[in-house]
């Protein structure tokens, strides 16, 4: 338990551990085209407790496993005695005593905390309010399989300080690159994460002067899982944040957007980009399942 490898974040593994990961997740992904791929993961079982919906995550995990020989069980609280309330902590020690490796996307990140320190065998995140690690390790290839290195490099984040953008903070960190920023003023990333990191992440509220010579800018939607509520209210709030071809006419000219999806088409980012014929934003989406693999054959062997 106390040595077991985890991924809740990108700061579990070391830069050199994630530019690894990055490059066996292409290798996976040429030996899938190629039909040369092995089934590595024979006899394995992942868990995956979704409290919160999925697409990409759900169809990219469940479909890895199966694709290396193993096998992925979807466990959802409505139907689980998670949702009966069961503590977090004793169904940790019962999934993880009958499981290889479990993905949780849940509210709290502390309650995927909890999991993973009762659990015996590796714990990943599939996304909290406060972060989704896996999508970055996708993003992060997709930039590198189209432009190289992302180090020394600007990006710039469009939209709401969610867990999208507080992941983005902790890439700039162990990918090594320039953050900036542009939320509406009160929707930014956690205090505490800026401070920790304000030698390469700058808050800067209006989104055109922030995506200037950026070499890759990311958006995300208005409200998040969980904030449905306050839809209309940001719907206001963040108008005039939105990824579209005047924004990207101020980066760099072979500068790529990204959007881990879902997209609201007209609101965080114009149908035109979403729409066209050279975005990246499918690839970057079908990358969750090379990227995935690859974290999950890293954990597989780190705790063998
Ligand atoms: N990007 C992402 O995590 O998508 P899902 O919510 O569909 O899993
Ligand atoms: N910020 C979004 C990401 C969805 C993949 C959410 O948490 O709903």
Known sequence: MADTRHFLTLMDFSPD?????????????????????SPRFT?????????????????????????????????????????????????????????????????????????????????????????????????????????????????????????MAQSYINASRQFDFELRVAC???YEPDATLLEANRDRVSVIHDPLAAAAGADLVVTDVWASMGQEAEQKAREAAFSGYQVNAELMSRAAGDALYMHCLPAHRGEEISAELMDAADTVVWEEAENRLHAQKAIMEFLLLANR
């Open 17 to 37: 551990e994630l530019q690894a990961l990055l490059r066996r997740a292409t290798e996976m992904k040429q030996a899938r085209l190629a039909g040369t791929e």
């Open 43 to 163: 006899g394995k079982v992942l868990g995956m407790i979704f409290a919160k919906s999925s697409t990409r995550t759900r169809v990219s995990f469940e479909a890895g496993m199966t694709q290396l020989g193993g096998h992925a069980m979807f466990l959802s609280p409505s139907d689980t005695q998670l949702g009966r309330g069961e503590p977090i902590e004793d169904s940790a020690r019962v999934i993880s005593s009958m499981v290889d490796l479990v993905m949780i996307r849940t509210f709290g990140h502390d309650i995927l905390e909890s999991f993973a320190a009762h659990s015996s065998v590796p714990v990943i995140n599939g996304l909290t309010d406060d972060y989704h690690p896996c999508q970055l390790m996708a993003d992060m290839q997709t930039y590198a399989e189209h432009r190289g290195s992302i180090s020394g490099k600007v990006v710039t984040w469009v939209g709401d300080g969610n867990n």
């Open 184 to 186: 509406p003023p009160g």
